[in-house]
């Protein structure tokens, strides 16, 4: 890595070492605004994990900087072994990820090997590597119904409201592992309710991952990328929205002329209605993409095997999905 020391701003300076370094940024929509549109004003791309490692797999970047959290680096790692992929902070982790270690997990599987193990993305490469599909919010439901139609059972790890909600939808028997993101478990249905009377006029959007009680007031439930096209493709011109505050930046840019409310995660009396933004996500900061790409820190190494046997898990979906 070339340390780029100029008199510029960060931004700029960011700029030029990610020329320098051939290297390009990829965003979640839950990370800061201003890395999102460094992001995108830099060839590279703001999207959901799969697709954020997708991207990185398509480019002709030799180095992949994530800014997201180490799951997303590892996925990104899985699909482009041959390159270098760094993260900005590597203590900058997920709930879900954490709920799943690999030696329970694979554990659980064994105990039951006549059901077909489905990960959700947001699960460390050791966890994807032991199962047979991995899925994102948006796929789980056709992949789960696809299985459903042959006649399999399914495990299925790690998130359980979004498990909850899969099976509410396509009626499989499905053995569950308790995990749950602690951004999405806070969302209140009751609190939700109020502020519905409050704007009846308004859509209700909400990501799986959510308390099923939310989930049965949503007029849409879906990823972050079909939440922000309901937002611009619905009628309607205000919006309470269920799932991390980040994504608001890349709702407000596609449908500025609509009101956005976010949903209440904090009970009556709270210092804030709502508090739903990921402390993990907010470890990811310009000055750390900058220390990143000027130092070569933070680099994601799985051991090749894991590579091997998570990318078959991934490259499922990916066949399925095309």
């Not at 700029?15 to 992001?39: F, I």
């Not at 790690?158 to 396509?170: A, C, E, F, N, R």
Request: charged share 25%; glycine share 6%.
């Amino acid at each position: 890595m070339q340390n780029i020391v100029i008199d510029q701003s960060i931004e700029e300076s960011i700029k030029e070492a990610l020329k320098q370094n051939n290297a390009t940024l990829v965003a979640h929509y839950y990370v800061s605004a201003d890395l999102q549109t460094l992001a995108e004003e830099t060839g590279g791309i703001v999207s959901d994990s799969l697709e954020m490692a997708r991207f990185g797999q398509n480019s002709d970047a030799g180095t992949i900087i994530v800014a997201g959290v180490k799951f997303m680096g590892e996925t990104a790692k899985i699909l482009s072994p041959e390159k270098r992929v760094l993260v900005l902070d590597e203590k900058a982790t997920c709930s879900l990820d954490l709920s799943c270690p690999i030696k329970e997990f694979s554990e659980f599987c064994d105990l039951n090997p006549d059901h077909e193990v489905v990960v959700y993305a947001n699960t460390s490469a050791e966890v994807k590597a032991r199962a047979d599909w991995v899925v994102t919010s948006g796929s789980a439901l056709k992949v789960v119904q696809k299985l459903h139609s042959e006649g399999k059972k399914v495990l299925w790890a790690p998130d359980k409201h979004l498990g909850h909600y899969v099976q509410s939808m396509t009626g499989v028997e499905m053995l569950m592992w308790d995990g749950a993101c602690i951004v999405h478990e806070e969302f209140k249905a009751e609190g939700l309710k109020r502020l519905m009377e409050l704007h009846p006029e308004a859509g209700i959007l909400v990501h799986p991952e959510s308390p099923k009680e939310v989930i049965a007031l949503a007029d849409v439930v879906g990823s972050t990328t079909q939440l922000i096209n309901a937002v611009s493709s619905r009628p309607e011109t205000t919006f309470i929205v269920a799932t991390d505050n980040g994504i608001f930046h890349k709702m407000k840019e596609i449908a500025p002329q609509k009101k956005l409310i976010e949903a209440p995660t904090m009970g009556e009396g709270a210092d804030c209605e709502s508090c739903a933004h990921c402390n993990w996500m907010a470890m990811n900061s310009l000055e750390k993409c900058l220390e990143t790409l000027n130092t070569g820190q933070n680099e994601i190494l799985i051991d090749s095997e894991v590579i091997d046997r998570a990318k078959h898990s991934i490259q499922r979906l990916l066949d399925f999905t095309k």
